[in-house]
């Protein structure tokens, strides 16, 4: 009688690469939200170590996510895999680890977001419905918020290059509300949806909401909106200020320059890394806009 063979186990198979995007954005390459230097985390990571329970089940799982996320961003697939594995085996309510193991679980984007839905869903049965109402406007704060917020701003910025910007509002929205100091700086991926479909009233609150923000999305997001009202000496005054906060994005707005495939990791107020971040987030929208741009190329700059 033949020996039967032992199947071999599947490595697990590189994240698959994101499709061209469907919407008017900008088709700059987007960074994770959860990118940071020297090490995915690392802050938090520490704190952890602080302030958890080192024989608490979740506590445990969380360390061996962290590790996952490290391995993924080294593109090592299968450390990601085998330390996301042994995560979710401890604690399967771990977010982060289902959150690498959505991402290396999909063939695409479309799977990707089916896949991030669902590891958003346990995220919130996890926490629970009290939770949420105690807590919020104070997550991130929070450590044990943390996953579950990375998960959710992925599956919305994922549904807005999908060209479902409906359903990605609503999660920016709801997001705000669970953390209005927006630690993760969704409010400008909002901005831009706002200003693609035109929506001037969420623009207007958005802008109401963050009064002290002087970021060139902002700035530049100002001008765009006064525009779309038809308000073009508020736009006039608005074009000046944002010349000011950050002069190099007008260049990529009217196409003396293409904007970087590859986007920073982090950027510098008034810098070029701030500029492709700009186009990133509210770029799509000011090309939906061809009579916003040309308007822009009849604007002279002011000489001292």
Known sequence: MAKKTAKKKKAPKKPAKKASRKSTRSKAKRKQH?????GPHVAEHFLQGIFGDAGDCEFNAQQHAYEAMDAMADEDW??????????VKID????DALHVLSHLGSEDEGELVDNLRRTV???ERALGKKFFQENAGWFWGLL??????RARAQ???????AGK??????????????NPND??????SLLGCYLEQENLEGAKQLFSQYPEEWTAMFAWGRVLASLLAGDESAAVKQLSEARRVNKRVEAYLVGRKKVPKDGPGYYSPGEPSEAIVCMREIGGAWTAQPAAIDWLKRQKTKRK
């Open 34 to 38: 959860d990118d940071a230097l020297p």
């Open 78 to 87: 299968e450390r990601a895999h085998r330390e996301a594995t042994k995560a």
């Open 92 to 95: 399967p309510n771990c977010v």
């Open 121 to 123: 869903a346990r995220g």
């Open 144 to 149: 044990e918020t943390r996953p579950y917020m």
């Open 155 to 161: 599956l919305a910025e994922l549904l807005m290059d």
């Open 165 to 178: 910007v409906d359903e990605a509002i609503g999660h920016f929205e709801e997001m705000l509300e669970l």
């Open 183 to 188: 630690n993760q700086g969704l409010r400008y």
